[in-house]
């Protein structure tokens, strides 16, 4: 999360904004909501599962909306997001491609091999064509990886670098994934 001084804006102006995206007037941004609101440079909407990553990182609450001070969070999340991204996207024509995700992945201390990171262009890009992705799948990409490595550093236990996986979960098994 980012720090109150890499962020810009005043209280007021989050829950104008707030009170903007919240067409319902519920006081809870909704997913539709806040795609509505939330575009790439190319004006399309942010994807429904970067929206709902975003939300279940920052809602504690095991609801699928926003409220007023979870937004404000998502905004500085957003915006520090955006920081990284710009400083990836080395040719500015508002996406990533493969050298740029892979230097950013290297500069996020993520060894992702080149094997991967085309299996991740072809997912996330917008037309399945592998070449490049937008600020949200960015977002996504990064959100997902985090997660997976969080995940596999608890479950190797020895920092081998291997787990066991099984389907079948055991109690008492130390690399079980919760």
Same mark, same amino acid.
């Given at each position: ?16 904004? %707030? ?5 319902? &007037? ?5 997913? !539709? =909501? #806040?795609?509505? $609101? *939330? ?45 990284? %991204? ?5 040719? &500015? ?5 493969? !050298? =740029? #995700?892979?230097? $950013? *992945? ?45 995940? %596999? ?26």
């Amino acid at each position: 999360m980012a720090s109150k001084s890499d962020w810009n804006h005043t209280d007021e102006e989050v829950k104008q904004w %707030f009170l903007a995206v919240n067409t319902t &007037g519920s006081g809870e941004l909704s997913v !539709e =909501e #806040l795609r509505q $609101a *939330l575009k790439n440079a190319d004006n399309s909407h942010f994807s429904y599962q970067t929206i709902m990553l975003m939300i279940r990182m920052i809602n504690s609450r095991n609801t699928d909306t926003l409220n007023l001070n979870e937004f404000h969070a998502m905004m500085i999340y957003i915006d520090r997001w955006r920081k990284m %991204f710009n400083l990836f996207d080395i040719d &500015g024509n508002n996406s990533i491609d493969t !050298e =740029e #995700l892979k230097e $950013a *992945l290297y500069r996020l201390k993520l060894q992702i091999s080149d094997r991967i990171i085309q299996l991740l262009l072809k997912k996330y890009s917008r037309n399945f064509d592998g070449k490049t992705i937008n600020f949200d799948q960015f977002i996504n990409i990064c959100i997902s990886l985090n997660s997976i490595t969080d995940a %596999f550093r608890k479950q190797d236990i020895n920092k081998k670098g291997l787990v066991y996986l099984s389907y079948e979960e055991k109690e008492n098994d130390k690399n079980k994934i919760e």
